[in-house]
C-alpha cells in the first residue's frame, strides 16, 4: 500500500502530536518552585518544602528508596497543593510513621516538572513535619526534626549522599491550635541512583 | 557445710553494705514527682505531671480544658510554663539558661528557684509554710518541706496549686525518655514571645528593632534555639497578617544558598528578591547571618529592606 503525500504529511503531524502529548508540556530545565505548600491554591503558605530528591527523583524511584530506607507505612493526610513552574498541584503521594490521628513525622511527595541536567535533574519535592495529636486533629511542632532524621538516614547509604542548601523559607505558620511553628530554611538534596 | 556457713555471714555483710550504698545514691539524687492542678480563679484548670531534680526542671502538661485533654512535654533545654489566665488554655514554652532567671510567673517551681538563688526572701513563716516575696513585688506561701507554692501571685494573678501526687524518685528513674519524641529524638520548639523576650532571650540582635513596619504592626515574635541545628538561633517579627521579617544565625557560613533572585542594594548589603507564586521574599546574607522579610508584593518587601539597620 503507497501513501499518498498529504497522508505521510497527516500520519507525521499525527505521530508529532502524540509525541508531544507524551512529555509533560510543562517539563523544564530548570529549578522553579514554591517555597511552601498550602491548603488550597489561594490559601496561605504552611509546611516549607525542605527536601529534595535529586538525580533520577521520579517520584516512583523517589518513593521506592525511601520505603526501603525510612520504612514509614501510613498513608493517611489531607491534601496540601506544591507550586512548580507557577502552578499549584495537589501532592502525589505521602507517608507518615503513625495514624492519620496519632502524633507522628509525615511527609508529602510532588515531582517537579524539571526535567534536565541544567537544574537538578529529574526531582522530587518533598515536605516533612513532625506533627502532634491535638484536639483539632493535629498540629506541626517542627519542619527541622524529621527532615534531620530522613537525611542522617538516607545519608548513610553512598547513593543517597545529603548535600545542604540555604534557601531561607524561614517563615512561621500558625497551626490549628493558634502555635506557631517555622523552619529553618535549609533544604537538603538526597541523590536518587 | 563448712563452706555455707562461712559464706552466710558474709552474703549478708553484703546485702547490708549493698542497701546502705543503694539508700546513699537514692538520697543524693533523687528527683519529686509531682501531679499538680492549678487553678488561676474561675474556670480553668491545668494538671501538670512534672519531674523536678534542681537544675533540671522538666515536665508534661495535661492541658484538661474543653473537655478534652491535650499533651505537651518540655525539652531538654527548655522549660513549661503552665499560663496563668484559664481562658487561654494554650501552653506556653519559655527557654531557660539557669536556675537564676526570673520574671517567669506561674511555674510551681518559680519561688523554689528565686529562694535559693537569692532572689526571694522570706517575711514571715508559721506552721508549715512560710510566706515569700521576691524584688517585683511578687508573693507566694510555700510549703516548709518542699518550697513548693500553695499559692502565688505574680503580676496580679493568683493561682492556686492542688497537689493530686507527690513522690520521691531514685535518679536511675528520671523519665529521659519521656523528653524525647516517639522517635527517640530531642524536641526543639519555636517559642512564641514579646518583644522584650527576643531581647531577653536572644544572642543575636533582630533585624528590625520597631512595632511597626509598612504600616503593619507587631504581631507576635517567634524564638528558637537549637545548639545542634544548621540554625542556632532564629528570630521571626511577624507584623500584620502579611509581613515576616526573619534573622537566622547560622552555624557556619553557607557555601550554598538560594541564587537567581534580582539583585537590590540595601543599608545591610547587597541582597536578592524573589517571586515565590504570589508573594516576594528578600534575603540577604551577613556572613553567617541571614534576615529575610517575606511580603504581599515586591514593594512591601523592599520598602521594609530598606528601612532593616543592625
Keep these: 500500500m503507497k501513501l499518498a503525500p498529504r497522508s505521510v504529511l497527516v500520519l507525521l503531524a499525527a505521530l508529532l502530536v502524540g509525541f508531544a502529548s507524551a512529555v509533560p508540556d510543562t517539563a523544564r530545565a530548570d529549578v522553579n518552585f514554591g517555597l511552601y505548600i498550602r491548603a488550597s491554591a489561594g490559601g496561605v503558605n504552611k509546611d516549607p518544602v525542605n527536601l529534595a530528591f535529586t538525580g533520577n527523583g521520579i517520584l516512583g524511584y523517589s518513593m521506592g528508596h525511601f520505603g526501603h530506607h525510612m520504612g514509614w507505612a501510613y498513608t493517611g493526610g489531607s491534601t496540601m497543593y506544591f507550586q512548580d513552574h507557577g502552578s499549584w498541584e495537589p501532592h502525589q503521594d505521602q507517608r507518615a510513621t503513625g495514624c492519620d490521628i496519632c502524633t507522628r513525622d509525615h511527609i508529602r511527595w510532588n515531582q517537579s516538572n524539571d526535567a534536565g541536567p541544567a537544574g537538578w535533574d529529574t526531582w522530587t519535592m518533598g515536605a516533612v513535619h513532625y506533627e502532634v495529636s491535638v484536639p483539632c486533629v493535629h498540629s506541626s511542632r517542627s519542619f527541622n526534626d524529621p527532615r534531620n532524621v530522613i537525611a542522617d538516614t538516607m545519608d548513610n547509604y553512598s547513593e543517597h549522599l545529603a548535600v545542604w542548601q540555604y534557601w531561607g523559607n524561614t517563615a512561621a505558620s500558625q497551626q490549628c491550635d493558634s502555635v506557631w511553628t517555622s523552619g529553618d530554611g535549609w533544604i537538603v538534596r538526597i541523590n536518587i541512583p | ?310
Excluded at chain 2, 553494705?17 to 537514692?26: M, T
Excluded at chain 2, 501552653?91 to 518559680?110: D, F, I, M
Excluded at chain 2, 496549686?161 to 524518685?169: A, D, G, N, R, T
Design chain 2, 1 to 310: 557445710m563448712k563452706t555455707s556457713i562461712v559464706l552466710l555471714p558474709l552474703a549478708l555483710a553484703g546485702l547490708l553494705i549493698g542497701g546502705a550504698v543503694a539508700s546513699f545514691a537514692r538520697e543524693s539524687s533523687e528527683v519529686l514527682h509531682l501531679v499538680v492542678v492549678s487553678n488561676a480563679g474561675s474556670g480553668g484548670r491545668l494538671a501538670s505531671e512534672m519531674w523536678i531534680d534542681e537544675g533540671r526542671m522538666l515536665g508534661l502538661a495535661l492541658d484538661t480544658s474543653n473537655g478534652m485533654t491535650s499533651r505537651s512535654a518540655s525539652g531538654p533545654d527548655w522549660l513549661l510554663d503552665v499560663p496563668a489566665d484559664p481562658a487561654r488554655p494554650a501552653l506556653k514554652y519559655v527557654y531557660e539558661n539557669g536556675p537564676a532567671s526570673t520574671g517567669v510567673p506561674h511555674r510551681v517551681w518559680y519561688f523554689r528557684m528565686a529562694l535559693r538563688a537569692g532572689q526571694a526572701t522570706v517575711v514571715n513563716e508559721y506552721g508549715g509554710s512560710r510566706l515569700v516575696t521576691d524584688a517585683s513585688g511578687n508573693m507566694a506561701e510555700l510549703r516548709r518541706q518542699d518550697d513548693l507554692p500553695l499559692w502565688q501571685v505574680v503580676n496580679g494573678t493568683r493561682v492556686s496549686f492542688e497537689y493530686v501526687l507527690q513522690e520521691k524518685l531514685a535518679a536511675h528513674a528520671y523519665p529521659l525518655a519521656f523528653f524525647q519524641d516517639d522517635g527517640g529524638r530531642p524536641t526543639v520548639l519555636t517559642v512564641e514571645t514579646d518583644w522584650p523576650g527576643v531581647l531577653r532571650r536572644a544572642s543575636i540582635v533582630p533585624a528590625f528593632p520597631g512595632s511597626n513596619v509598612a504600616g503593619r504592626e507587631l504581631r507576635a515574635a517567634l524564638y528558637r534555639r537549637d545548639s545542634a541545628g544548621r540554625t542556632l538561633e532564629q528570630i521571626n517579627l511577624l507584623y500584620g497578617e502579611d509581613v515576616q521579617v526573619v534573622t537566622s544565625q547560622l552555624a557556619a557560613s553557607s557555601a550554598s544558598v538560594r541564587s537567581g533572585g534580582q539583585a537590590v542594594v540595601t543599608p545591610l548589603g547587597d541582597g536578592q528578591v524573589f517571586q515565590d507564586g504570589d508573594r516576594s521574599y528578600f534575603m540577604v546574607l551577613r556572613g553567617q547571618r541571614a534576615i529575610s522579610v517575606f511580603g504581599p508584593t515586591r514593594d512591601v518587601v523592599l520598602r521594609v529592606a530598606e528601612a532593616l539597620r543592625e
